[in-house]
């Protein structure tokens, strides 16, 4: 059955590819993506199609839109990138993780938060399993993601809870 999916990121690395993805299998895209480190290059071939929107927001402000299911993506991946303004780094993953949380809360959908190996910092485990928690320094130059990540796997995790 055809879903209107709304992708956060779709015009980053994955996220334009994962909008690809959707769009083949016959569903409606809502890519939503604020060109931090995403590009129109990087979706100008599925701008002409009539099941692709295009709309430029950032998500750490709230979004109100009707959609079947959330891919969560928008986040810069690379240090260059995200350690250039660790605060809206932070923020993106919090708050915009709270923004996608509350929509897929107030529309009763899945959500599909894009969360990183970052998250065991420096581990002292290999490979790590889902039991191990990290070895994560809090004032590293790598912090904003590194925790911002973390807080957001905090936050599906009690968020998701209250969903369901
Ligand atoms: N690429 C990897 O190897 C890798 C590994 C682990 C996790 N991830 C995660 O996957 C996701 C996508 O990674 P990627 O490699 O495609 O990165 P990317 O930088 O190419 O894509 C991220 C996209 O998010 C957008 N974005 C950033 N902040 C935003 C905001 N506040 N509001 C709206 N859009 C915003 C950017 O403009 C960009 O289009 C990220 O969340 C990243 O942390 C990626």
């Known amino acids: 059955m055809k879903k209107r999916i709304l992708?956060?990121?779709?015009?980053?690395?994955?996220g334009s590819h994962l909008c690809e993805r959707l769009l083949n299998e016959g569903n409606e895209v809502i890519c939503v993506d604020n060109f931090y480190t995403g590009t129109k290059d990087n979706i100008k071939h599925l701008l002409g199609n009539p099941y692709f929107e295009l709309i430029r927001h950032d998500i750490t402000f709230p979004l109100y839109v009707e959609v079947d299911e959330?891919?969560?993506?928008?986040?810069?991946?690379?240090?260059?990138?995200?350690?250039?303004?660790?605060?809206?780094?932070?923020?993106?993953?919090?708050?915009g993780s709270i923004n996608m949380l509350g929509l897929a809360k107030r529309l009763k959908?899945?959500?599909?938060?894009?969360s990183t190996s970052e998250v065991y910092g420096d581990p002292t485990v290999h490979p790590q399993p889902e039991t191990y928690w990290g070895n994560v320094n809090p004032?590293?130059?790598?912090?904003?993601?590194?925790?911002?990540?973390?807080?957001?796997?905090?936050?599906?995790?009690?968020?998701?809870d209250n969903i369901n």
């Open 7 to 14: 992708v956060t990121g779709g015009a980053g690395f994955l």
């Open 70 to 95: 959330i891919y969560n993506l928008a986040c810069p991946a690379s240090p260059v990138h995200y350690q250039f303004d660790p605060v809206q780094t932070t923020k993106t993953s919090v708050h």
């Open 109 to 114: 959908i899945k959500i599909l938060q894009a």
């Open 139 to 160: 004032i590293g130059v790598r912090s904003c993601y590194d925790e911002g990540k973390r807080c957001a796997e905090t936050l599906f995790l009690i968020i998701i």
